[in-house]
């Protein structure tokens, strides 16, 4: 059974830092894994969606890698904005279906 | 053009009763999914329908919940017989293909909040 985790749980920073978050999942056979975004009593706006045949997509300020083999990938946020306070949610499409496996996600708050 | 749209927004229902939540994906898309969020969780999945069948309703946690698509467009999912415990948010997302496709992302709704009194 796919299980993903993201690490951390919470993360507070000051404006304009870089920052990572990490997501990682048991198994390594997927089509591919996607980050959204959740801003609190709202749907999930989708970041980035990586192929399992792809290392890395970019949307400008973001930057989303995947280690397949490992069963991991990471989200980068560069010169991070008090904009970008939300809910940060991973999910893997396993090999064997359709539907998204999530993580609990990572709640971000970046102070000005 | 229009995104996946859900409704209503919130739902407040008392324990017992029978709840309908529609959702309207984005026009064209022929896969839609279910999910279900619990406060400090992840999207949860429930059902996943490419067109007007059910090809995945491995999700749904009893028979009180079932889910219908009959034109391949709207869904709506259906719970009976509420419990304090089908408190959620229900999210509703759609892609433009779902099974043989392998690179199909999905669009999310901005959800229904459900509170069983």
């Known amino acids: 059974k796919q299980e993903v985790t993201q690490i951390p749980a919470a993360l507070s920073v000051p404006e304009g830092e870089n920052l990572v978050l990490n997501c990682s999942f048991t198994?390594?056979?997927?089509?591919?894994l996607q980050w959204f975004r959740q801003d609190p009593g709202k749907g999930l706006t989708s970041l980035l969606l990586?192929?399992?045949?792809?290392r890395e997509q970019t949307s400008g300020r973001l930057n989303a890698s995947l280690d397949k083999s490992s069963g991991r990938s990471t989200l980068y946020i560069a010169a991070s904005q008090p904009g970008d306070s939300a809910t940060y949610l991973c999910?893997?499409?396993?090999?064997?279906?359709?539907?998204?496996?999530f993580g609990a996600g990572t709640i971000l708050r970046v102070k000005s | 053009g229009a995104g996946v749209s859900q409704t209503p927004s919130n739902k407040v229902t008392e324990k017992g009763k029978y709840v309908e939540l529609r959702c309207d994906p984005i026009?064209?898309?022929?896969?839609l999914y279910w999910y279900r969020q619990s406060l400090g969780q992840g999207p949860e999945f429930l059902i996943y329908?490419?067109?007007?069948?059910?090809?995945?309703d491995s999700g749904l946690p009893n028979d009180r919940f079932f889910a219908v698509r009959p034109e391949g467009s709207v869904s709506t999912l259906k719970i009976q017989r509420t419990e304090r415990g089908d408190s959620a948010v229900y999210l509703c997302?759609?892609?433009?293909?779902?099974?043989?496709?392998?690179?199909?992302?999905?669009?999310f709704g901005p959800g229904t909040r459900l509170t069983v009194l």
């Open positions: 990586i192929q399992s045949s792809q």
């Open positions: 997302a759609s892609s433009p293909r779902g099974a043989g496709g392998s690179y199909n992302e999905q669009f």
């Open positions: 999910a893997v499409r396993p090999g064997y279906g359709n539907k998204l496996v």
């Open positions: 329908f490419q067109g007007t069948g059910a090809a995945d």
């Open positions: 198994d390594s056979a997927i089509y591919n």
């Open positions: 026009s064209g898309h022929t896969a």
